[in-house]
């Protein structure tokens, strides 16, 4: 994970938090342009996150529900003003694209797949999204009516030639997509903290809740040839993840959904 030093406390952030924060060196570490992501240099670790008003809502509500499973950071402040902040405890370990593991990719391959696995076959009782499967196909249709359509992705064997397509699809086959298991949501490398390649826990879990394994099964899939820049490891990820509940019929809806956003 890049970081790059920054020589003083954000400034917009709300005071309790700057003070928390004030003696400590801060890094700016953010991947995306949604949101930012701040390191900061203090004890063990602290991870703080800002975004537009009320988008960090459900980050904050399922990190503290992974956090009860023993999966994910604990959530010291959730604050919401013209912006929202997120401030957690930092899981112990590096992120999946570090260099030691992208340098195996084979044991990487299986480690995220059994990892998974565990992660759909735990009790997902009190787990405060429920329908994760009903949001997730609403989102979809949402997007295909405002036009969203991203033809490059998914860049595998799946791929559709237009929106008209896929959204056939969708709409033939998305009875079933079920709610399940416990998921991730956004199930990436970088979303994976492992410790001396062992599971430390789970960072950016805001697209998690009760949903369809194969919403997981794919974004593993994909994250894989994102990061490795190929597609071989595709059936290895499929075979350590266990062939009697991953369905390659299924990650072609899923798929379907997925060139909507």
């Excluded at 249709?141 to 991203?150: C, L, S, V």
């Excluded at 998914?154 to 896929?166: I, L, M, N, Q, V």
């Excluded at 059936?235 to 899923?254: H, M, S, T």
């Amino acid at each position: 994970m890049n970081r790059k030093r920054l020589s003083q406390v954000p400034s917009e952030a709300p005071e309790d938090i700057r003070r928390f924060i004030s003696t400590a060196d801060i890094y700016d570490s953010s991947c995306s342009q949604e949101a930012r992501v701040y390191f900061i240099d203090k004890e063990n670790g602290y991870y703080l996150k800002c975004s537009g008003k009320g988008e960090l809502k459900r980050e904050s509500v399922m990190t503290e529900y992974f956090h009860t499973k023993g999966l994910g950071a604990e959530v010291l402040n959730y604050t919401s003003y013209d912006r929202d902040w997120l401030l957690t405890t930092a899981v112990s370990g590096e992120d999946c694209t570090y260099e030691e593991y992208l340098m195996n990719p084979e044991r990487l391959c299986d480690t995220i797949a059994c990892e998974l696995r565990k992660l759909h076959e735990m009790d997902y009782t009190g787990c405060p999204v429920m329908d994760r499967t009903g949001e997730y196909l609403a989102a979809a249709e949402k997007n295909y009516r405002g036009g969203e359509y991203d033809k490059e992705h998914p860049s595998d064997k799946f791929g559709y030639r237009s929106a008209k397509e896929a959204y056939s699809v969708l709409m033939a086959e998305k009875e079933a997509l079920q709610s399940k298991v416990l998921l991730h949501g956004d199930y990436c490398l970088p979303n994976i903290i492992l410790n001396s390649w062992k599971l430390s826990g789970f960072i950016d879990v805001g697209y998690g809740g009760v949903g369809d394994r194969h919403i997981d099964i794919f974004w593993g899939i994909w994250s894989l040839y994102v990061n490795l820049k190929t597609d071989k490891y595709r059936d290895r990820f499929l075979d350590a993840y266990g062939r009697d509940k991953a369905y390659e019929p299924i990650l072609k809806i899923v798929a379907a959904a997925e060139v909507f956003g």
